[in-house]
């Protein structure tokens, strides 16, 4: 039996291939994810992101390569119990989540991956439930139904709900789609926050704007026409090539203090 804490690689993907339709969706991908990183994913629509994150949750079945979750593979293991070791935050979930659930409820239905909530909370679930909502720095939204939640103030209960199951891993599929600036840089902040706990999950952020990879994401996976155009170390990843080439645009990508802007470079000759 793998022991999860001495497991260095948490995910791992080798030669990872996707067809449907006789059309090549991934091909031959490698990626690996170790214990202490976060990862960010890029690429521009059509990439292969959302394929790739439906393969890690075992939703989409590969047509050739090999999918390891701490140390296990999921051809070989039980998917449902590995699957449940990848936490996922994204619209499909937010737009599911009945309008009267309190908050509370809403958490503690990721332990049983239950969407709108039905029959009566333990006590220590309610307790396991409030305890997730300290750490996601809601406590005070406990009673509050989903209809009178915020965007972000929502984004935060689902991170909650998928760290109720305690996740080895944690995919933001872009967490930040329909907040406003600063409700956005709110909840950026707290991503950060969440990323540096000692108990944190591996995060993987997917998004298009590079405003939203925080510091404490250490890892850079690129996606270009279903392949990986680089992965590595962020520092050495992100960059204006990569990412001209990854989004065919003449960019200018900038850093400061650990942030990320983007500009478009103007044709030769144009005239702005």
């Not at 309610?126 to 406590?139: D, F, M, T, V």
């Not at 929502?154 to 998928?162: C, E, Y």
């Not at 392949?227 to 850093?255: H, Y």
Request: hydrophobic fraction near 45%; include cysteine; proline fraction near 3%.
């Amino acid at each position: 039996m793998v022991k999860f804490a001495a497991v260095k690689t948490i995910l791992e993907i080798s030669g990872l291939k996707i067809v449907r339709d006789g059309v090549t969706i991934l091909e031959d991908v490698d990626w690996r994810a170790e214990r202490g990183q976060h990862w960010v994913i890029l690429g521009a629509n059509g990439s292969g992101k959302t394929s790739l994150l439906s393969a890690l949750t075992g939703y989409l079945m590969p047509t050739a390569g090999d999918i390891f979750l701490l140390g296990k593979n999921y051809g070989e293991s039980d998917w449902r119990e590995l699957r449940k070791k990848i936490g996922i935050v994204s619209s499909s979930v937010r737009q599911m989540t009945a309008e009267d659930e309190p908050a509370l409820e809403t958490v503690a239905s990721g332990k049983s991956a239950m969407i709108d909530y039905w029959g009566t909370l333990t006590l220590a679930e309610a307790n396991s439930a409030l305890k997730i909502l300290r750490q996601i720095e809601c406590a005070h939204l406990a009673e509050r139904p989903w209809r009178v939640l915020s965007q972000g103030e929502r984004q935060r209960i689902l991170i909650g709900r998928a760290l109720m199951a305690r996740p080895r891993v944690l995919i933001l599929d872009e967490p930040c789609a329909g907040l406003d600036p600063a409700a956005r840089e709110h909840f950026l902040q707290f991503i950060q926050r969440l990323g540096r706990g000692k108990s944190a999950p591996t995060l993987v952020l997917v998004t298009h704007h590079v405003e939203e990879i925080m510091p404490v994401f250490s890892h850079v996976l690129i996606l270009e026409k279903g392949r990986v155009l680089a992965a590595g170390e962020k520092a050495t990843t992100l960059t204006t090539g990569n990412l001209s080439r990854a989004l065919a645009a003449r960019l200018k990508l900038r850093a400061k203090s650990g942030r990320y802007a983007m500009s478009i470079r103007p044709k030769s000759g144009a005239v702005i």
